[in-house]
């Protein structure tokens, strides 16, 4: 028996959607903002591997198909909590995964070693950060540098800044050499080589940061003098023309003789749990959310 067509006209209407309330005062309001860990006094790796990242696109070897969770490296920089508040050093292409990784949801400045990709291109990322300040974030780096940021981020210094996005908003303030102040803090840059490239490390009381290195001009050897911490470049254990290799690291950590060592900026050709047994006492391999004092 065929069954009869439903006469719409006797379906009951659907229910009318409630009315949406509005609170006049919220209006504009922004959202509450959730600054995330306070790392006052400690030295925070938010990255420690090569300019690839471990495991590496395309890669079949152990480490990058099968290593351990310290073997996940993304591009080196690092997060310092100094008394007036966190520097930054270096964005890398990570750091929006790197802050949230870390519940870090704070950046007061941001200082440069040096101008290669892998170290800036991920600038775009402190956007928000700016949003919430409500101020350009403060951005401490060599000419270079900013020559470097200014070409790549062309559209956060337009005259007439794109519609329908924001852009970064940066303050510039320009370093050398010299030590300077910064969020309550002395600073001492220390002068490195990067193959041909001129790079800077830095020096936070007696922890120093030098990563993006395959020299150490005369002039720096002093003040690398009475550390508790180096945090040192090391890329793999064949020599390479712009990073140190494993043994050349080692050699620079007997020289300076601080307390502990942490090697960065390491390739999927230095697996942790491995490369680890094979280090002096006193060298040890960083790993991306590793936190040090700083003395």
Known sequence: ????????????????????????????????????????????????????????????????????????????????????????????????????????GRVDAVLYTHDHVDHVYGLDDVRPLCFHSGRP??????????????????????????????????????????????????????????????????RFGNVAYCTDTSGIPDATWPLLEGLDVLVLDCLRHTTHPTHFSLAEAVAVAERVRPARTLLVHLSHELPHEATSRMLPPGVELAYDGLEVPLT
């Open 1 to 104: 028996m065929p069954v009869p067509a439903s006469d719409p006209s006797s379906a009951p209407e659907p229910a009318a959607a409630p009315p949406q309330v509005v609170d006049p005062a919220a209006k504009g309001r922004r959202p509450p903002w959730h600054v995330g860990r306070d790392v006052t006094g400690r030295l925070l790796f938010l990255g420690t591997g090569t300019s690839v990242g471990v495991p590496m696109v395309g890669c079949g070897c152990d480490t990058c198909r099968d290593g351990g969770p310290k073997d996940v490296r993304t591009r080196t920089s690092a997060l310092v909590g100094l008394p007036e508040g966190h520097l930054l050093i270096d964005t890398t292409p990570d750091l929006r995964s790197q802050l949230l990784r870390e519940n870090i």
């Open 137 to 202: 974030m403060q951005v401490l780096c060599e000419e270079a540098v900013e020559r470097r940021i200014r070409l790549a981020f062309d559209y956060a210094f337009s005259d007439k800044p794109p519609a329908g996005g924001g852009v970064p908003k940066l303050g510039f303030a320009r370093i050398g050499t010299e030590p300077f102040d910064l969020l309550g803090a002395r600073v001492v840059p220390l002068r490195l080589e990067h193959g041909p490239f001129k790079v800077l490390g830095f």
